[in-house]
């Protein structure tokens, strides 16, 4: 079936290092891509998608590109701020579902010290 | 724009006691979710209303129900608490579109004792 993994964390870096997290998904066809961020005490809120193969996704400095031939999505970012603490999820909406749905990787928690 | 509200933002609860979770959006969203987040499982879906007046069940329903009371509301009762239901809940709601992403609450942090 339908699946995304994230690399594990957590993940503690620097400000003003480079930021990379890996996402690699399971399913049919051209499903949409998404990223999420969660920041301590709310909600995942929308980082940034892509819906089709080569779709660049950014916001707020991130980016991530939807790679068919490797079923990747990674994230990065240039430069992570203390502010940039939070967890990633990764996700994906598969394409022609029989009913309304979205999977979740596990998330990465990301730490970024001064 | 309030988005997706979610009441209340804590409860504590005895085993076996009742209880409700609302969730109301305000953007005219056809489907709404309801999740919980547990620490190393991720999110999990409990319950999914695709459109108002139809309900779903998701990965982990057991010991939930849930109620599309009109568009903007989708409440989570749970009849009978307990420990193993301790849990932040989300709620979600999206527009229902094929790439249209997801809105979420900040969440019911629930413990059952």
């Known amino acids: 079936g339908d699946s995304v993994t994230q690399m594990e964390g957590p993940v503690t870096l620097s400000e003003e290092a480079f930021l990379t997290i890996n996402c690699t998904y399971t399913?049919?066809?051209?499903?949409?891509l998404f990223w999420y961020v969660q920041y301590p005490g709310e909600g995942l809120q929308l980082l940034l998608k892509?819906?089709?193969?080569?779709d660049k996704g950014s916001n707020k400095g991130f980016e991530a590109t939807y790679r068919k031939e490797t079923t990747s999505f990674h994230l990065e970012k240039g430069s992570v701020q203390v502010s940039d603490s939070a967890v990633y999820f990764c996700?994906?909406?598969?394409?022609?579902?029989?009913?309304?749905?979205?999977?979740f990787g596990p998330g990465t928690s990301l730490s970024v010290i001064p | 724009n309030a988005g997706v509200t979610q009441t209340p933002k804590f409860q504590v609860l005895k085993t076996g006691q009742s209880m409700t979770l609302q969730c109301a959006q305000d953007?005219?969203?056809?489907?709404m979710y309801w999740y919980r987040q547990d620490p190393g499982m991720g999110l999990r879906l409990i319950y999914y209303?695709?459109?108002?007046?139809?309900?779903d069940k998701g990965e982990v329903p057991n010991d939930y129900n849930v109620s599309r009371l009109n568009k903007r509301e989708f409440s989570l009762r749970l009849e009978s608490a307990a420990p193993s239901q301790t849990s932040v809940y989300f709620c979600?709601?999206?527009?229902?579109?094929?790439?249209?992403?997801?809105?979420f609450g900040n969440g019911t942090r629930l413990t059952v004792t």
């Open positions: 979600a709601s999206r527009p229902g579109y094929e790439n249209s992403p997801l809105h």
């Open positions: 209303s695709a459109s108002e007046g139809t309900t």
């Open positions: 892509a819906t089709k193969a080569d």
């Open positions: 996700a994906l909406t598969p394409m022609k579902t029989s009913y309304d749905k979205v999977i």
């Open positions: 399913a049919t066809g051209y499903p949409s």
């Open positions: 953007m005219n969203h056809n489907s």
